[in-house]
């Protein structure tokens, strides 16, 4: 779950990246920074229904496994681990 978590708060925090907003206003690279922020947008959505799944569940499917590793390879930027106290008790 802590995985989840932590790939969640990271797809979270790139869509909330002050560049994606930037460069729509400023149509430098509209295109480009809309359909990142929403591919964040939605791989955070898709994280949190494969945690609600594996809180219930007590397992994580093999595509489920994939899809998380995929991400981690396209988009885990942070060499430090996301604190998840810290995110969730601010």
């Known amino acids: ?37 929403h591919n964040h947008v939605e791989d955070a959505k898709r994280c949190c229904d494969i945690f609600e799944r594996l809180a219930v569940t007590g397992n994580l499917s093999q595509d489920e496994g994939a899809y998380l590793t995929e991400l981690d390879a396209r988009d885990g930027i942070f060499e430090a681990e996301i604190d998840l106290y810290f995110a969730t008790h601010g």
């Open 1 to 37: 779950m802590r995985r989840v978590a932590r790939t969640m708060m990271r797809e979270l925090l790139l869509a909330q990246a002050s560049d994606w907003q930037f460069l729509i206003s400023t149509f430098s690279a509209r295109d480009y920074a809309e359909m990142r922020f």
